[in-house]
């Protein structure tokens, strides 16, 4: 959950540019609200849960 909500950072995974990168400019900030919140949390189970579909690493024991 932690690394979905990471994808929701201003500007980020990455943290802000310095002031002369041009990418500063591309950026539009969205600052999670109280009235945004459940839009982001909802958006970030679903992701949970995609990612959860994937089974990467799951070790299944085979019957012998």
Not at 27 to 40: A, G, L, Q, R, S
């Amino acid at each position: 959950m932690n690394n979905v909500l990471d994808l929701s950072r201003p500007f980020g995974l990455k943290g802000k540019p310095f002031p002369w990168k041009e990418e500063i400019k591309h950026f539009k900030i969205k600052p999670i609200t109280e009235e945004n919140y459940e839009d982001v949390l909802e958006m970030a189970k679903e992701k949970v849960l995609e990612w959860a579909s994937y089974q990467c690493g799951l070790l299944v024991e085979k019957d012998e």
